[in-house]
């Protein structure tokens, strides 16, 4: 009996069929892609922060690493390590993070996220341990950049994700293991000042992040090292604790409110946005980049956080 073959009619409807199952599979597999991506830089941020945690046991108060507190002020003229007041122009995101891989607690290449679309954005290689020289007055490497919005193709920045800034009564009653589950103390980058409206918003690059172009959506760490997934600057349990806003109530914090409409955080005495010049702030944690030297003072800084280049720069 003669076998019968397959006609080029039969041929081109299996064809089809084929081309119609990739079709209706490939999107499918683009999100799980990126979700897999995201739940990546989700453990990428819970490890970098419980590192910090657990290094914070050793610390009188449980204070997390500190820059200033690493590399202090001089000790009756003299520099002598674990002495001397806390340098608070140290407080930056670079030394922050360069200060923890020097001890070891994490590697550079974790400092950069999965999801990271922003081009200045890029692992530091061969970190220099050398630096790590307490007896020479030198605690981690320099060459360690945050950034964050140079222009595109700089190489400038080698770190993705905020942290809380490190100034006034934040860092003093904050940034410590105290097992806050309303606290951030880390996150996936926001937009500027914490808008959500304009082209500071549609035009970040933090949008394509985690999100579908139009809305950000982020990876937020807390003090007790629980993470969320969160859609909204202003997520469920996290209040706005500084000053007095709406007739002394809570409200949502926004994570990354800063300032009013320039690049200068106006603070109190104890730490707080002024309410008077920024009525609309509200922001504790201030999540960003810091990248710029910090004022001298413990309660104030005249610097805010720094943000991603917009995408029509």
């Not at 081009?119 to 790590?132: D, F, G, H, L, S």
């Not at 937009?191 to 950000?216: F, I, V």
């Not at 409200?251 to 200068?264: M, R, S, V, W, Y």
């Not at 603070?267 to 710029?292: E, K, Q, R, V």
Request: glycine letters at 10%; a neutral charge.
């Amino acid at each position: 009996m003669k076998k019968r073959a397959f006609t080029l009619v039969e041929l081109l409807v299996v064809v089809a069929i084929i081309a119609l199952l990739v079709g209706l599979l490939l999107p499918a597999l683009a999100k799980a892609q990126q979700t897999a991506k995201t739940v990546k830089d989700s453990n990428q941020i819970k490890q970098i922060h419980t590192a910090m945690v657990s290094k914070a046991t050793e610390t009188k108060g449980g204070k997390l690493p500190t820059p200033g507190m690493i590399n202090r002020l001089a000790y009756n003229g003299q520099q002598v390590p674990g002495e001397g007041d806390e340098d608070f122009t140290r407080n930056t995101s670079q030394a922050l993070f360069s200060a923890c891989v020097a001890q070891e607690l994490f590697n550079t290449d974790i400092l950069v996220g999965p999801t990271e679309i922003n081009p200045v954005i890029t692992p530091y290689i061969n970190y220099n341990y050398a630096q790590y020289r307490p007896a020479g007055d030198t605690y981690w490497d320099p060459g360690m950049a945050a950034v964050i919005d140079a222009a595109p193709g700089n190489g400038a920045c080698h770190i993705s994700y905020a942290h809380q800034v490190l100034c006034g009564l934040r860092k003093q009653q904050h940034w410590k293991n105290n097992l806050d589950s309303t606290r951030p103390h880390m996150a996936t980058r926001g937009c500027t000042n914490g808008r959500a409206t304009g082209d500071t918003y549609e035009q970040s690059p933090t949008l394509r992040l985690h999100g579908g172009l139009k809305s950000w959506e982020g990876n937020v760490c807390y003090a007790d090292t629980h993470m969320e997934f969160v859609e909204t600057f202003r997520p469920d349990g996290c209040f706005y604790e500084c000053g007095n806003f709406n007739g002394g109530n809570l409200t949502k914090d926004n994570l990354f409110a800063c300032a009013g409409t320039n690049d200068n955080a106006e603070f109190t005495g104890n730490g707080c946005l002024n309410p008077t010049s920024h009525p609309w702030s509200g922001g504790d944690a201030m999540l960003g980049i810091h990248y710029t030297t910090q004022s001298a003072t413990m309660a104030k800084t005249t610097v805010a956080p720094r943000y991603d280049r917009l995408d029509n720069q």
